[in-house]
């Protein structure tokens, strides 16, 4: 169990205010500084928005939804994990939705939507009440991943609004799904010889 000092979600959210209020700072005194921050095409013209796309937020409404799904989600996902592995979790599963987004669409994208889905995806799946239904139903894991595809894409579609990364909801919903059924949050136990 972490300590407040030390959660990982907190710290999450403490970076994505850092560099929201950096973006607000840099509009002020130099104009838009969305380029800076935001994943576009190509993807290797500034290879740190791949990260800072994850933290950075277009709005305070866009900073604000986010904030309230990795916090209601996140503080207890962390219990079960390492903060290292939350921390990788979050990014990774961030800027892999981020990049499906933008070279799928040819359009930009910033906000932590992605991994914030990652995140709910895992909490679904990687429960004890989901793992125990899982595995006493005979359904192949070829057709879990078909139910799973099926519900990332009802739920992201029920999720879009006009300026939606709504295949970056998609790609992190699915992530956590196939991740919380594979528990890879869970750190490996120790075996004692």
């Given at each position: ?61 866009h900073?604000l ?17 390492t903060?290292l ?10 800027a892999l ?22 995140l ?37 579609v ?36």
């Open positions: 169990m972490t300590s407040v000092s030390r959660s990982p979600t907190l710290e999450v959210l403490a970076l994505c205010l850092f560099v929201f209020l950096a973006q607000q700072l840099g509009a002020l005194v130099f104009g838009s500084v969305t380029p800076l921050v935001a994943l576009a095409p190509p993807l290797d013209r500034f290879a740190w928005t791949l990260l800072t796309s994850v933290y950075a937020h277009a709005t305070v409404g900073l939804g986010n904030a309230l799904v990795i916090g209601l989600i996140g503080l207890p996902l962390e219990r079960v994990t903060r592995r939350y921390h990788a979790y979050f990014l990774g599963t961030g939705s981020g990049v499906v987004q933008t070279l799928v669409t040819g359009t930009a994208v910033l906000g932590a939507s992605g991994a914030a889905f990652a709910l995806g895992y909490a679904l799946s990687g429960n004890r009440l989901a793992g125990g239904l899982l595995d006493r139903l005979p359904i192949p894991p070829r057709w879990q991943l078909v139910g799973f595809g099926l519900l990332a894409g009802a739920i992201a029920w999720t879009y609004a006009p300026g939606v990364a709504l295949l970056g909801h998609f790609t992190g919903l699915f992530i956590g799904l196939v991740a919380g059924r594979l528990h890879l949050l869970r750190p490996r136990r120790k075996h004692n010889p």
